[in-house]
């Protein structure tokens, strides 16, 4: 609750003018369908609406101020002022963010890895060569650019490795989301997230946006009932991709390891899917063989072939995560210096992996 001070009624008259003012925005206190949700599209303008109809107010931490006029009742907390409980004036600097911290979101996210870091899925890269074209030359694709771009198979094949790398190379920035990140907590504010991720990205083009684990939001509906702030996400991410707002120089990346239960609305917005499989028995020799090159101890000569069949059915990651970094652990339990074979073995047994299993099933779980 803010109390508005005035001349006549304020018993704390004399607290300084508020310099800085940090907003997040958390809402309307109840939500129904047809509840829109502001989008700040010009901040000079903002911040001048805002000093006008809150001008006089004490500014606490932690407080609300709530919109009296275009947004009835919708809310935004106070995250930082300077100084402490000072009252809003006609100078003070008004800051929109969605950050808890006070501090706006940075805007660029670099990538280190490099497509030689992907080891396999090599149609995969080759496909990737088209993107990388239009995100070092956008201008020359027009509207044959590509935008929406899916990456499938099981988990741990490299999808977001891949994706970081192709930023790498073509030295963009990518935003990375996990689909359900954007499930926010009202009707209506997962849907301005996807907007506001598209705007965000439009100011830093050529960009990237790489949503991930996009069956957390675009299951075929018949395999789940849809809450409404589900649906308004999903029809919001519709929007962007088909373009009806131009987003020169971004394009979208979306992972997903069930590919046949996403929605069909959503899959047919794609120009490209991209398929991930798990490593062949070489691409495992050449995962064993990079990574121990990093171990901290020594690794004796073992048979990577030999292991390599032992691991058929395995992905990449759960070659390093659970065959690889669980002999290294056990060697260093047992205070040695050396990892051996038999530990590589012992990691692969208590995956059930000895014998080669059957291929992955089509549906990606």
């Not at 519709?238 to 996403?262: A, F, K």
Request: hydrophobic fraction near 40%.
């Amino acid at each position: 609750m803010n109390a508005k001070k005035t001349h006549e009624n304020n018993t704390e008259f004399g607290k300084s003018t508020s310099e800085l003012l940090i907003l997040k925005p958390e809402g309307y206190p109840l939500s129904g369908m047809m509840d829109e949700y502001p989008v700040i599209e010009n901040r000079d303008v903002f911040e001048f609406y805002a000093r006008e109809q809150w001008n006089g107010y004490v500014a606490r931490k932690g407080d609300y101020l709530f919109d009296r006029r275009m947004f009835p009742d919708f809310a935004y907390r106070i995250i930082d002022v300077e100084p402490a409980e000072s009252i809003i004036g006609s100078s003070t600097s008004i800051i929109v963010t969605e950050e808890e911290n006070g501090l706006p979101s940075s805007a660029e996210i670099k990538s280190s890895v490099k497509f030689e870091d992907v080891i396999g899925q090599e149609l995969a890269k080759q496909k990737c060569r088209l993107i990388e074209r239009f995100l070092e030359e956008p201008e020359r694709f027009g509207k044959w650019a590509p935008r929406n771009i899916l990456f499938f198979g099981p988990s741990g094949t490299g999808k977001t490795m891949l994706a970081k790398a192709l930023a790498n190379k073509t030295d963009v920035p990518i935003i990375p989301v996990k689909a359900t990140q954007l499930i926010g907590e009202y009707v209506g504010e997962g849907a301005r997230q996807i907007h506001q991720l598209y705007d965000r990205a439009e100011e830093m083009a050529p960009c990237i946006i790489f949503i991930d684990e996009l069956d957390a939001i675009a299951l075929d509906r018949k395999f789940q009932e849809l809450r409404g702030d589900v649906s308004e996400i999903v029809n919001a991410l519709l929007t962007e991709m088909d373009g009806i707002v131009e987003r020169d120089g971004v394009c979208t990346i979306c992972s997903t390891n069930r590919i046949y239960s996403l929605d069909s609305a959503i899959r047919s917005r794609f120009e490209e899917e991209i398929e991930f499989v798990l490593p062949g028995e070489e691409e495992v020799v050449k995962i064993f063989e990079s990574n121990v090159k990093t171990f901290p101890l020594q690794v004796e000569d073992c048979n990577f072939r030999l292991l390599a069949k032992k691991a058929n059915g395995l992905s990449g990651r759960d070659i390093v995560e659970k065959v690889l970094k669980t002999a290294l652990h056990q060697a260093i339990i047992e205070d040695r210096e050396i990892v051996t074979s038999k530990d590589f073995e012992n990691a692969l047994a208590k995956l059930g992996r000895k014998d080669a299993p059957q291929g992955p099933f089509e549906l990606y779980i």
